[in-house]
Structures are given as structure tokens and as C-alpha cells.
């Protein structure tokens, strides 16, 4: 078992920056795809990013392409997520999620996933 807690959410002007950090305990997590997540009110959960076990493959979702960048500490066991120019279409529930297996293709499901953090808001004011 794998669990996650999510930090570093928190209100910020359009424009700004923030970085999350998600924290895993249980086991390593160097065996395993992780990915970031989030969710607005009204709306499914949507992927946003993922990266694979040794960190040498992401991906991004269109819309924070350019502007986000994950990556991972596998020897702190943490996995991050910088996101940049951030505006109020950022606004949502950020959650951390791990895979049980490890796989050189970053996965964009959040069927593939089988751990998931409690999640951390992040407010963009315009």
C-alpha cells in the first residue's frame, strides 16, 4: 500500500506560481508511473500529468502544456508538480495518484491508477 498526501495548494493571482509537492509513505515509489490530477466543481476529474518511473518520459495535457512541469524525487519518495502562468481555468482539487507498477509510457487514465491522495485546492483569483 501506497499513501499520498498532497501540500502546496493555496489562493494565488492570475499569473502566478505554484509548486505541489506529493508525499508518498508505505512504500517506494521508484517502482512506480505517478500522476497529477484535478478536479473543478461540476466537472469529472481530468488528467493534467504523468510521469513514468524513472522520470525520463512525461506527458501533459494540452492545456497545461508550456506552462506545468512534473517530476520526481524518487529518493525522497516525492513527486512534484510546478505549475507557472497559472489562470483562473487552473482553479480545482489537485490530486496525486500512483500506479502499483512501474512502465516506460506515462498513463493518462485514472483507471490506470491505484493509489490517490486526498487532494489540495488551488485557487487562481482573476
Known amino acids: 500500500q501506497v499513501q499520498l498526501a498532497e501540500s502546496g495548494g493555496e489562493l494565488v493571482q492570475t499569473g502566478g506560481s505554484l509548486r505541489l509537492s506529493c508525499a508518498a509513505s508505505?512504500?517506494?515509489?521508484?517502482?512506480?508511473?505517478m500522476g497529477w490530477f484535478r478536479q473543478s466543481p461540476g466537472k469529472e476529474r481530468e488528467f493534467v500529468t504523468a510521469?513514468?518511473?524513472?522520470?525520463?518520459?512525461?506527458d501533459y495535457a494540452d492545456s497545461v502544456k508550456g506552462r506545468f512541469t512534473i517530476s520526481r524525487d524518487n529518493a525522497a519518495n516525492r513527486l512534484y508538480l510546478q505549475m507557472n502562468s497559472l489562470k483562473p481555468e487552473d482553479t480545482a482539487v489537485y490530486y496525486c495518484?500512483?500506479?502499483?507498477?512501474?512502465?516506460?509510457?506515462?498513463?493518462?487514465?485514472?483507471?490506470?491508477?491505484?493509489?490517490w491522495g486526498q487532494g489540495t485546492q488551488v485557487t487562481v483569483s482573476s
Open positions: 495518484a500512483a500506479m502499483r507498477i512501474a512502465d516506460y509510457v506515462p498513463r493518462r487514465g485514472a483507471v490506470f491508477y491505484d493509489y
Open positions: 510521469i513514468n518511473w524513472s522520470g525520463g518520459v512525461t
Open positions: 508505505g512504500r517506494t515509489i521508484s517502482t512506480s508511473n
